[in-house]
């Protein structure tokens, strides 16, 4: 087989076979196929899609590059969460120990940020120590005594995945359903979890900016995790618009702390709450008023809290960070953006404020880039509140002052203005299971 010929079937719409696709993954993992070859395949798959057959082989084959996790010694049913990728979205940050405080076993592989959106990985590394790149051993050592461990990617699960991903972040190959699908689904697979509940954004912020999207997203990647045996559930909620008001590593861990202190924006403690209670549903921890109840109840007496400071401890971090969010790093510089007129935001393009944070160094525009952790965007204006002119909206923060025009100007180029409110949306858009 030729990667050229691949290449070119897929650039002219034709089919991959099961044995091209494996042979791909096989190759590419293994460091046979070029990164330049991977991302013409990628582009190549942005442009003409996949069939659901394909896409599930190659969710598959991604799965297959790696081992698969058999966590024997974890007692109980362990679930896991994914988001399909947002901005300010923190939500596994609150999720993963509330439901721990509750029992069940959390087992989370998580990725990095991805083009415009923030990754749980990135955001757990602004705590100083906090190891993400544990051994299987470890992470079923973690699980079993704190009922809760969050690594990334590793060499061992889906390592194709790891270098896909790592290559589309940076060759404009994020946002297609097939690539989004297979990459999740393969993680999702390989980390072997029994219940799995996908959190599909949709909205200016999202990779699928359309409900019709994210709709299909989310019941292409249903069907690959029933087909596979698992106890899988989509909810597609909003991502027009940032997810609470801090987007940037430490800053979002420290807003998630917030949330689990029982503060927080009310829109993130809405879909944080909305999160925990299916995947307590979906493990059959009760009726949904009993998990509402029990999901307020464990951030109200301080035990969600207490679950993610046992992991930051587990995991190598100081749990006084959790306790003192004064800890973090804060930024060198800090910019104020002032309202240039009065009137009501009616819309964000939420992508443009992601890109705001990733030019403040909250993200990666190369590969080899080193994330700066207290770097980040704070609302203080958000869609639907009325501004004067000169009223801050936001504050800026970076370690390197050159940053602050470029990120000022397309926070404000992606700021739209009207003298009256916007129709407000949803925030839980759908359920697909
Ligand atoms: N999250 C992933 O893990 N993969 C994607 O492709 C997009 C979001």
Redo the contacts with the bound molecule.
Sequence with gaps: MQMYDLIRKKRDGGILSNAEISWFVRGYTAGDIPDYQASALCMAIWYRGMTAAETTALTLAMRDSGDILHLNGVQGLRVDK????GVGDKTSLVIAPVVAALGLKVAKM??RG??H?G?TVDKLEAIRGFRTDLTTAEFETIVNRTGLAIVGQSAELAPA?KRL?AL?DVTAT?D?LP??????MS?KLAANDDCILLDVKTGSGA?MKTEEDSRALAEAMVEIGCRAGKRVRALITDMDRPLGCAIGNALEVIEAIEVLRGGGPADLVQICEALAVHMLMLSDYGAEAACAEAVRRVIADGSALDAFARMVEAQGGDPDWIYHPEHFPTALFVREVRAPRNGYITHVDCEGYGAAALLLGAGRSRMEDVIDPAAGVVLAKRTGDFVRAGEVIATLHTSDELRLDAAEARLLGATEWGEEPPVERPLIVGVVE
């Design positions: 994914h988001s399909t990728g998580s990725g991805l083009g959106t990754g995945d991903y589309r994020v297609s690539l989004i699908a297979s990459s999740i993680k990779f």
